[in-house]
C-alpha cells in the first residue's frame, strides 16, 4: 500500500516522465540529421561501455507503443527535448522540415492520447559545427539558438503550449567544459565552466524574447538542475567550497535568469568576458521553472580543482546505482527556499528518478523495489512542499524508458520501462505500476 496517492497534491498536477532527444531516439542518420557533440565524443571512445546512441530505444520510430505507455500508465504530461542538430543539420542556416516532422507526429499522438507536450529546446545536442566555432565558449551560438527557437516554435507552437529553453545548464558547463566528462570534453576548468554557464544563459535570453515577440499565450521556461550545497564538515574551509559551490552550481543559472544576477562570488573570475547590459539579457520573466533533482551536494575544499572544490562524504547510508546519495528531504528545502527567497515561482518537478542495477525475475518483469522507494519518498516531500504552500505544479520523472546515459553509455538504467537494447522490447518495471497507481488515487 503506498503512501501517497494523487489526492495528496495540488489539482491539475501534471503526473508523467521526461526523456531527452540524444538518450532515447536513435536514428541518427535519419531525414537528414547533422551530427552533434555527442556523435563526435562517442566516436572518439568516450563513452564507458563502448556503446553508442545509434540505437539507444530507436523511439524515432517506437514512439507510438511510448505514447501509448504513457497513456496506459494515466500520464498527462511529457517532457520531451527537440534535437537541434535535426532541425539545423549545420546548427544554422536552412531549416530542416523533415527533422520537425517528426516531432510534429509525436505532438499530435501525445494530444490524442490526452498528454500534455512540454517542450525542451537543448538537452546537450550542441551542432557539431556550432562547437567547431567555439560552441557555449563564445558569443556566436547566441543568434543560433534564438533562430532555432523562433523556427520550432512557428512549427509546433499552434499545439505544444510548454516551451523550456534549455536542460541544465550547469551540468553542461561543468562536465562539457570544465571537467570534461561529458562532451564537448574540454578540461578548462573554471574559466570553461563560467564562459559555458554565461552564454548559455545569454542564448537562453535571447530564445525567450524571441518566442516571446512571436507568440502570445504560451508558458516559457526552462530546467535547472538545483542540488542544495552543504559542507561536509564544520571546518570552515569546507564551508568556503560549500557556498562556492552553491554559487556555480546554483546561483548563476537560477539567479541569471531569476534576477539577472552574477553571483557576486564569481563577479570578478566573470568580469572579462561579461559585458555591459549583459545582466539584464540574461533575467526574463518566465512562467515556469522545470526542476531535476538528484541529491544534495556535500562539498569539501579539494585544492587544484577548480574552485578549489570537490565532492565530499555525504554521511549518507543509501546510494543509487550511479553511488549518488539518497536525500529526498533535500527536495523539500529546495522547493521551500524557492518560495521563501525566489518569490514561489511556479515550478514542478522535471527530473527525478535512480538508476538501479536492475535484475529482469524469472516471470520477466524487474521487480525495482528501490527506484519504487525512491520516488515514493521524493512524492512525499513534494507533497509535504505543496502543503507548506511551496508553488509546486508536476511531478515528472526521469526517465521514461532505460535510455543512453550519457558517459555511462547503455550501462545505468534509469527507467521506469526496461528496454531491451537488441530487440527494443519495452516491459514495465514495478515502478511504472507504481506511478501509474499513485496516479490513480485513493479511490483505487
Ligand atoms: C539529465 C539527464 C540524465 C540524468 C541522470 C540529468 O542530469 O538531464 O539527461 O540522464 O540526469 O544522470
Redesign the pocket.
Known amino acids: 500500500m503506498s503512501r501517497i496517492s494523487s489526492a495528496d497534491f495540488p489539482p491539475d498536477f501534471l503526473w508523467g516522465a521526461s526523456t531527452?532527444s540524444y538518450?532515447i531516439e536513435g536514428a541518427l542518420d535519419a531525414d537528414g540529421r547533422g551530427p552533434c557533440v555527442w556523435d563526435t565524443f562517442a566516436a572518439a571512445g568516450k563513452i564507458q561501455d563502448g556503446s553508442t546512441a545509434a540505437g539507444a530505444c530507436d523511439h524515432y520510430h517506437r514512439w507510438r507503443e511510448d505514447v501509448l505507455l504513457m497513456q496506459q500508465a494515466r500520464f498527462n504530461a511529457y517532457r520531451f527535448s527537440i534535437a537541434w542538430p535535426r532541425v539545423f543539420p549545420t546548427g544554422r542556416g536552412a531549416v530542416n522540415e523533415r527533422g520537425l516532422d517528426f516531432y510534429d507526429r509525436l505532438v499530435d499522438g501525445l494530444l490524442a492520447a490526452g498528454i500534455r507536450p512540454m517542450a525542451c529546446l537543448y538537452?546537450?545536442d550542441l551542432p557539431q559545427p556550432l562547437e567547431d566555432r567555439g560552441g557555449w565558449l563564445g558569443r556566436e551560438v547566441i543568434g543560433p539558438f534564438a533562430d532555432y527557437a523562433v523556427a520550432v516554435t512557428r512549427r509546433l507552437a499552434d499545439r505544444v503550449k510548454d516551451w523550456m529553453m534549455l536542460?541544465?545548464p550547469n551540468?553542461v558547463a561543468i562536465f562539457g567544459y570544465g571537467l570534461g566528462d561529458h562532451a564537448p570534453g574540454h578540461t578548462l576548468g573554471e574559466v570553461g565552466i563560467l564562459k559555458a554557464l554565461h552564454h548559455q544563459n545569454l542564448a537562453q535570453g535571447a530564445a525567450l524574447r524571441a518566442i516571446a515577440a512571436a507568440h502570445n499565450g504560451l508558458t516559457l521556461g526552462t530546467v535547472l538542475?538545483l542540488s542544495p550545497a552543504r559542507p561536509s564538515s564544520d571546518r570552515a574551509e569546507d564551508a568556503a567550497a560549500a557556498a562556492m559551490w552553491d554559487a556555480v552550481w546554483n546561483r548563476t543559472s537560477l539567479d541569471g535568469v531569476l534576477r539577472g544576477r552574477i553571483p557576486p562570488l564569481l563577479a570578478e573570475r566573470m568580469a572579462g568576458f561579461v559585458l555591459p547590459g549583459d545582466e539584464a539579457a540574461i533575467r526574463f520573466p518566465i512562467d515556469l521553472l522545470g526542476i531535476?533533482y538528484?541529491s544534495r551536494s556535500t562539498m569539501q575544499e579539494v585544492k587544484g580543482r577548480p574552485f578549489d572544490v570537490g565532492w565530499g562524504d555525504p554521511h549518507c547510508d543509501r546510494f543509487t546505482g550511479?553511488g549518488w546519495p539518497v536525500q529526498p528531504d533535500g527536495l523539500y528545502d529546495l522547493l521551500l527556499e524557492l518560495k521563501t527567497a525566489y518569490g514561489n515561482p511556479a515550478t514542478y518537478i522535471a527530473?527525478n528518478?535512480a538508476?538501479y542495477d536492475d535484475q529482469v525475475a524469472a516471470d520477466g518483469v524487474v521487480h525495482d523495489a528501490e527506484r519504487v522507494r525512491f520516488i515514493e519518498d521524493h512524492l512525499l516531500e513534494v507533497a509535504r512542499a505543496a502543503r507548506d504552500g511551496c508553488n509546486v505544479t508536476g511531478y515528472l520523472c526521469?526517465?521514461l524508458l532505460d535510455?543512453f546515459?550519457?558517459a555511462f553509455g547503455l550501462s545505468?538504467r534509469?527507467g521506469i520501462v526496461r528496454v531491451d537494447y537488441d530487440t527494443f522490447e519495452r516491459t514495465p518495471k514495478d515502478s511504472y505500476r507504481f506511478i501509474s497507481e499513485v496516479i490513480r488515487g485513493r479511490e483505487s
Open positions: 531527452s538518450q538537452h546537450w536542460n541544465e551540468v538542475n531535476n538528484y550511479m527530473e528518478g538508476a526521469w526517465s535510455n546515459e550519457w545505468k534509469f
